[in-house]
């Protein structure tokens, strides 16, 4: 069995070294989360 993994950035996203980041890159099959304003999301 496949696990699959979500990501969802918090306040402002997540650098290149965040945390959030490094697992996007190193679990997959990985899912992240987008919207067009990670300061005023909706």
Do not use: A, V
């Not at 696990?3 to 997540?14: A, D, E, H, K, R």
């Not at 697992?23 to 919207?35: A, G, V, Y």
């Amino acid at each position: 069995m496949e696990t699959n993994y979500l990501i969802i950035p918090g306040y402002g996203n997540s650098e290149s070294e965040h945390w959030q980041t490094y697992f996007e890159e190193k679990l997959l099959p990985c899912i992240r989360n987008s919207t067009k304003s990670w300061d005023g999301p909706i």
